[in-house]
């Protein structure tokens, strides 16, 4: 009876995602409450990094299309977040996120459907076309877009009820925190669904899926606007932690990071896409530290973590062409049956002398 919980969670896919987005909850939750302010902002930056990695993962790993408009998405997010939080309309944080995820899903259906048309270098060079030209729009309106100074709004303040000595940065690693447990949530099950079988069998052999019934062009759109949806909350959530989006918050170098964090974290996994945003974090404060040990220059400076990002993308692609996640496995895949079979030897030898001994005087007593 104490096994049969554990045989209805193996089975069941939303209570396993329950069980995993509550988990890891009350983890944030009591991690965050010992970190500083500073770490608090970058577990809120890795939250936004992670819904936008994951969506990608997703679209990636599972339906097989690359993208490198991400970042363009995010940029819907965060300009609907500021015109929705900000006066005249005044919406609170969580409407807010909810307006950002909708205006990207309305982008990233036309978007996506023709990029559903498209293959290989067409379909990257025509997301890349995106990318560059969709954040250049806010020059061309200047009063609705704020131009290049971009929008601002106020910082969300943390409910009564939590105190009024608490943290404004822990919160904002909360609601980040939290938009990316709604985003494990749903692309789980996802995944974990006909929907994701679909995707994967589309990825695998388009020919073969079309031939069993499959709508190829529906499935890589619905890919791709489920990808959408989560850049566009995580550009939302970028907006309520900075309180501020502007077109040099989304350049070309975001979107070509954003791609070599999730090749690097391991594509078609959510697990991936935690390394992939932790990487985005911290390597952009290591190159710092790299450059103003060495003395470097402003523009060596500036360029130096997307040369970082090349490098590791190649020694991963050699050493892990699975990424970091996929080399996980595969070494855990290595180490088991050694382990496994040490312990089974361990299990049938004597422990010890004594054990012996006193295992030999046993028989020897059973005897007539």
Known sequence: MSLRPLAVLRQSTLLRSLAIVVIAGVVLIIVSDSLSSYRNLQLAYGGYYFCVLAGLTVLAGSSGQISLGQGAFMAVGAYTFCKLNASPVAWSVFPSLVGAVVAAVLIGIPVGAAASRLRGPYLAGATLAFAVGLPALADKFPTFLGGE??????????????????????????????????????????THSAVGRSWRAVRDDEIAASLSGLRVGRRQTLAFVVSAACAGLGGGLLAAVLQLTSPGAFPLQLSLTLLAGVVIGGLGSLVGAVWGAALLVFLPNWTTDLANSFSLSSNVSHNLPIAIYGLVL???????????????????????????????????????????????????????
């Open 314 to 368: 190649i020694a991963a692609m050699l050493l892990w062409p699975s990424g970091i996640q996929g080399g996980l496995r595969a070494l855990g895949r290595t180490v088991r049956p050694a382990v496994s079979g040490r312990l089974g030897r361990a299990a049938a030898e004597p422990a010890s002398d004594d054990d012996a001994a006193a295992k030999d005087e046993g028989v020897k007593a059973s005897r007539p």
């Open 149 to 190: 100074n971009g929008l601002s709004v106020n910082p969300p303040t943390p409910p009564s009820w939590l105190g009024s000595n608490f943290p404004l940065e822990r919160w904002e690693a909360w609601i980040a925190c939290g938009g990316a447990l709604v985003v494990v949530f749903v692309l789980y099950n996802l």
